[in-house]
């Protein structure tokens, strides 16, 4: 077969995955996102004060979330690795929508405390386990591409779900419910629903998929595993594939550990903006003398979240198109690591959440870009459990982000401590990601080279 049909086929069968499965899993990420984070709209708008929580105790309650998906988050991405995307990521949906409904009888502290871990262990696995399934779909040369879309799907859950919390929380007395228990009711039931529909839409592999003609399915199929060949936890057998071996291999590999903690200080950004936003949105009554409706401080939540979008799709672009380097990733982490202070000493509502977007925009364009990285390395179920590893440091940073910004503001009286250590998390970030790319190339040697060839 000739280039130009290998071409043909090859843009044919990406179009495919990209239309066929990304939208799916994107909704799904989009579900997932605003059911973990929907406790930040609550909390301003009622359910704070119905369960006299301080700072301190919701930021507890929203970072215990992270305790059970730490647990649970590698033996879950193994276990998908062995039974397959489509009967885990389904089995994990309707769990947490089912966790998720009760939130809308929570009556105290403790029973929050209780229903968040419980939600971190029937979300455990879902992220990594997406990433995982979609980088088993396409080549690395369009990996970076599918995450970028797959990934828009988390800005876009606060620009279309701020004002759908909004919406709901408005509906106060709907079932004799207060307007936040309406919201959990209104989120929840997405999931399970999304859930059921997974069981029977996905599909493992491409060469169970009917929908690629035979010659897609045999480029995918062929394309793929000429690629993994080479890669950590390939070429050694079935031994290395499972198990014990998998774990070894990703659990010693020094650049997991250096990924994971250059994802821990972007999530640590990423979750105590939202976790936080709203609370600081609400904040501007008493710092600035101005009064905002609930669907007001919604739709004022979501505004830096669209920008956020728009740079992720053009900074996924551009990594594609000229190949994923060092500065797509540290770059965005020092903005990100600088904005966010800054935007404490802003003289009004509107500077301060223009400041906020660009951080925003930092941390969203960097994340899919991150992502395409440590698939380029691993394979198999080293890359399952590699990749639960990095993102097991998120779920750390996400827990800290909401416990200790909310102990600090407590301790402090004001949010600028623990936004100047999100601002510092974030430019650990940028130094370890020079880092690791220069490692092994010599000072500055990478400047010029795509990140894939940085080993």
């Not at 995307?85 to 403790?110: K, P």
């Not at 209104?186 to 529909?197: C, R």
């Not at 394309?223 to 936890?233: P, S, V």
């Not at 079935?238 to 200080?265: C, D, N």
Request: with cysteine; hydrophobic share 55%.
């Amino acid at each position: 077969m000739g280039a130009t049909a290998h071409s043909v086929i090859e843009r044919s069968a990406i179009r495919k995955v990209s239309v066929r499965l990304v939208p799916f899993v994107a909704l799904m990420f989009f579900v997932n996102y605003l059911d973990r984070t929907a406790v930040s709209f609550a909390e301003p708008n009622g359910m704070g004060q119905d369960l006299t929580l301080t700072a301190a105790q919701f930021g507890f309650a929203s970072g215990v979330f992270f305790i059970g998906y730490i647990i649970l988050e590698v033996p879950s991405n193994m276990a998908l690795h062995k039974f397959g995307a489509r009967r885990w990521l389904a089995r994990i949906m309707v769990c947490w929508g089912i966790v998720a409904l009760l939130f809308t009888w929570v009556q105290n502290s403790e029973q929050l405390y209780t229903l968040r871990f419980l939600l971190g262990v029937a979300e455990a696995g879902f992220f990594p386990g997406a990433i995982l399934f979609l980088s088993q779909w396409v080549p690395s040369r369009h990996r970076t591409k599918v995450l970028g879309l797959f990934y828009l799907a988390q800005p876009l859950t606060t620009v279309i779900g701020a004002p759908l919390a909004g919406w709901f929380i408005n509906q106060h007395g709907l079932f004799g419910l207060e307007g936040w228990r309406v919201m959990f009711l209104g989120v929840s039931i997405p999931a399970i629903a999304l859930g059921v529909i997974a069981w029977f839409y996905l599909i493992d592999k491409p060469a169970d998929a009917k929908w690629l003609t035979p010659e897609e399915r045999d480029w995918l199929t062929e394309e793929l595993a000429a690629e993994n060949a080479g890669k950590t936890g390939a070429g050694e057998g079935e031994k290395a594939a499972h198990g014990k071996a998998a774990l070894k291999a990703a659990f010693t590999s020094s650049r997991v550990w250096i990924l994971a903690l250059i994802y821990f200080g972007f999530i640590y950004g990423l979750y105590a903006l939202a976790f936080f936003l709203p609370t600081i949105i609400n904040g501007f009554q008493d710092q600035f003398g101005t009064t905002f409706s609930v669907m007001d401080k919604a739709l004022i939540t979501a505004i830096p979240y669209l920008p956020a979008a728009i740079v992720l799709y053009f900074w996924s672009r551009h990594a594609t198109r000229h190949g994923v380097h060092t500065w797509h990733i540290a770059g965005p982490a020092v903005v990100g690591g600088i904005s966010i202070p800054v935007a404490l000493y802003m003289g009004s509502p509107a500077a301060t959440v223009a400041v906020i977007t660009v951080t925003a925009c930092a941390i969203f364009a960097a994340l899919p870009v991150f992502w395409s990285v440590p698939s380029q390395f691993l394979t198999g179920a080293t890359a399952a459990a590699g990749i639960a590893l990095i993102n097991t440091a998120g779920n750390v940073a996400g827990f800290a982000a909401g416990y200790v910004t909310g102990w600090l503001k407590d301790f402090s009286g004001a949010y600028y401590l623990p936004l100047f250590l999100v601002g510092a998390f974030m430019l650990m970030s940028a130094a370890l990601m020079l880092w690791l790319a220069n490692r092994s190339n010599g000072r500055g040697a990478n400047q010029g080279r795509p990140l894939a060839e940085v080993r």
